[in-house]
C-alpha cells in the first residue's frame, strides 16, 4: 500500500514541533531584547540567544526577533507574558506560560482547554504562591551516575540535586543558570534538556488511570496551542501508569 499520506503526516508533525521551538524561541529573545538591545549588556538576552541556539534556530530568526524591539521593525506587535493558573481535581497544580502579541486570542484559547477538560482558571495568586521561578537541568541518568553528578554538584552554586529513576534533576536560580549549565557541559555530561520553569513546593501524585489520562490529554492541547510557551504543574504520575496512559492515546488516535 502506498505510505505517502502517512510519510507527509509524520513530516507535517515533525515541522510543527519545529516551528512551535523557533517561535516560542523568537518571542522569549523579543522580550529579553525589550530590556536592552545588546546581549553583551543584557543577561536575560544572552541567555535567550545561547538557548536558540542550542535547539538549532537560525541566526536570521534570531536577528529577526531582536529587531522587534528597536526601530528597525516599527510595524511588530508587542510580545508579552501572561500566565494563567488554577486547580485540577485532587488538588494538583497548574501554571500555564504563554508568550503572546495578542491577549484576547489567547485568553479564549486557554479558557477553551479549560473548559473542554472541566475545570476553570482561577484568579492569580491562586496556585502561583507554591510556585517558584528557577532554571532546571535535566540530566541522563543512563550516562551518568548519581554519585557522579552528586560529587559535580557541590563545585557549582547549583541550589538542588533530585534523583529519579527516569532522570537526574539539578535546580538553579536565574541569575547562576548559565554558569552552572556552562560548567556541566564542560565536564562532557549529557543534559537531556534545561528550562526555566515554575518549581512547586511538594507534588501530588496521580494514581488513576482515568484522571491521568485527562491531566495528560490536556497538557497535550496546551502545548499544542501556538502561544503556550510552558506547563508547570506539580503532579506526578508513575513512569508506568504514563506508559500505560501513553500506549492507549496512541492505540487510539486516529492517523491517515
Known amino acids: 500500500m502506498w505510505r505517502g499520506p502517512v510519510v507527509q503526516a509524520r513530516k507535517?508533525?515533525?515541522?510543527?514541533?519545529?516551528?512551535?521551538?523557533?517561535?516560542?524561541h523568537a518571542?522569549?529573545?523579543?522580550?529579553?531584547?525589550?530590556?536592552?538591545w545588546n546581549p553583551d549588556d543584557n543577561p536575560s538576552l544572552a541567555t535567550a540567544i545561547y538557548k536558540a541556539k542550542k535547539d538549532w534556530v537560525p541566526a536570521n530568526n534570531i536577528e529577526k526577533a531582536i529587531k522587534k524591539w528597536t526601530w528597525e521593525d516599527k510595524e511588530a506587535a508587542a510580545i508579552q507574558e501572561i500566565v494563567y493558573e488554577w486547580y485540577a481535581p485532587g488538588w494538583v497544580s497548574v501554571m500555564v506560560q504563554t508568550l503572546t502579541d495578542n491577549k484576547n486570542r489567547t485568553v479564549s484559547s486557554i479558557r477553551h482547554i479549560f473548559s473542554k477538560f472541566g475545570w476553570n482558571?482561577?484568579?492569580?495568586?491562586?496556585?502561583s504562591w507554591m510556585f517558584h521561578r528557577k532554571w532546571v537541568i535535566f540530566i541522563n541518568p543512563e550516562k551518568h551516575s548519581p554519585e557522579e553528578i552528586e560529587e559535580l554538584v557541590y563545585d557549582t552554586n547549583?541550589?538542588?540535586?533530585?534523583?529519579?529513576?527516569?532522570?537526574i534533576k539539578i535546580i538553579t536560580s536565574v541569575e547562576d543558570?548559565?554558569?552552572?549549565?556552562?560548567?556541566?557541559?564542560?565536564?562532557w555530561i549529557?543534559?537531556?534538556?534545561?528550562?526555566?520553569?515554575?518549581?512547586?513546593?511538594?507534588?501530588?501524585?496521580?494514581?488513576?488511570?482515568?484522571?491521568?489520562?485527562?491531566?495528560?490529554?490536556?497538557?497535550e492541547a496546551f502545548n499544542d496551542d501556538e502561544?503556550?510557551?510552558?506547563?508547570?504543574?506539580?503532579e506526578v504520575i508513575n513512569p508506568d501508569l504514563q506508559k500505560e496512559v501513553d500506549d492507549f492515546i496512541e492505540k487510539n488516535t486516529f492517523r491517515t
Not at 482558571?121 to 496556585?127: G, L, P
Not at 543558570?177 to 564542560?186: G, L, T
Open 158 to 167: 547549583a541550589e538542588d540535586f533530585i534523583v529519579q529513576d527516569w532522570y
Open 27 to 36: 518571542k522569549l529573545i523579543s522580550i529579553a531584547a525589550s530590556k536592552w
Open 177 to 187: 543558570y548559565h554558569e552552572v549549565e556552562k560548567f556541566f557541559e564542560d565536564k
Open 190 to 219: 549529557s543534559i537531556l534538556e534545561s528550562k526555566l520553569d515554575f518549581v512547586p513546593d511538594n507534588d501530588v501524585e496521580i494514581t488513576e488511570f482515568d484522571k491521568a489520562l485527562k491531566f495528560t490529554k490536556m497538557i
Open 12 to 24: 507535517d508533525a515533525v515541522n510543527k514541533v519545529k516551528w512551535k521551538i523557533f517561535s516560542i
Open 121 to 127: 482558571m482561577w484568579e492569580n495568586w491562586a496556585v
Open 227 to 234: 502561544d503556550v510557551a510552558q506547563v508547570s504543574t506539580n
